[in-house]
């Protein structure tokens, strides 16, 4: 089975199989079985190749997706993982869908759920009319933050076209009782996903990719904890952002 996913960003990125194999280090041919057969590369090389393409390793190469158990600590920090491709897209999905009263989600773009489980805005329209308060707020393409960190992800103008695919995958929501959809422009120093009492947190480390990068699970216990300051974090962002127009 072809990768059209793969053959897409080599030619948007102005690659061919040659120049490709080159920076990764491989055999020509061996790109070519990438593309044209499906073939997928050592983890490392393929996270050279998504780093050089501006991609998501495992948008490119799904397989390459291993969830890994998370280490379970402390009383609010329920679980630590050493990055998020170590945690199933089914964490996030579970997690929403446990939401009896609030759904926050602070991104810049996070495209990962969306392709990961198209269902996510029927998710999030059960949950609303539930009665769960759903808040979503994704970065602003034209926001200088954003672009800065594309330059410092080594995405390039990649996190921008980003930001405008998520917000047209969320944008049907914004007609949705109970869901306000705002784009942001701060400097996002973590990712929060947040379903009541609990939240997941993808943090940010420069020159990372988000994928890369730790996730912590928190579970409010009692006030003033961590999970407070994230959620009081996310409200002041919230505050600075601009609504979606429905």
Not at 20 to 39: C, F
Not at 97 to 120: K, M, N, Q, S, T
Not at 128 to 153: H, K, T
């Amino acid at each position: 089975m072809k990768n059209e996913r793969l053959r897409t960003a080599i030619v948007s990125g102005g690659w061919t199989h040659a120049s490709l194999a080159q920076a990764t280090e491989v055999d020509p041919k061996s790109v070519e079985r990438w593309v044209n057969l499906g073939r997928i590369p050592r983890r490392t090389t393929a996270l050279k190749a998504a780093q050089l393409l501006g991609e998501d390793v495992h948008a490119l190469w799904p397989a390459l997706r291993q969830p890994r158990a998370a280490r379970a600590v402390g009383p609010e920090l329920v679980a630590l993982y050493d990055q998020r491709a170590d945690l199933a897209v089914s964490g996030f999905v579970d997690l929403f869908a446990a939401a009896r009263e609030r759904i926050d989600v602070l991104v810049y773009a996070a495209v990962f759920l969306h392709e990961a489980y198209p269902r996510l805005n029927d998710l999030l329209r059960e949950r609303a009319a539930a009665g769960c308060m759903v808040r979503v707020a994704v970065g602003d393409a034209e926001s200088e933050n954003v672009r800065q960190r594309g330059q410092e992800e080594r995405f390039g103008h990649g996190i921008d076209s980003r930001c405008r695919l998520a917000l047209l995958h969320y944008r049907p929501l914004a007609e949705v009782p109970g869901i306000e959809l705002r784009t942001h422009g701060t400097t996002l120093y973590n990712s929060l996903y947040r379903a009541d009492d609990q939240v997941l947190v993808n943090s940010h480390a420069w020159g990372v990719n988000a994928y890369r990068a730790p996730v912590w699970h928190l579970r409010r216990n009692g006030a003033g904890g961590m999970f407070d300051t994230y959620a009081d974090s996310f409200d002041a962002v919230w505050e600075t952002a601009h609504p979606v127009e429905r």
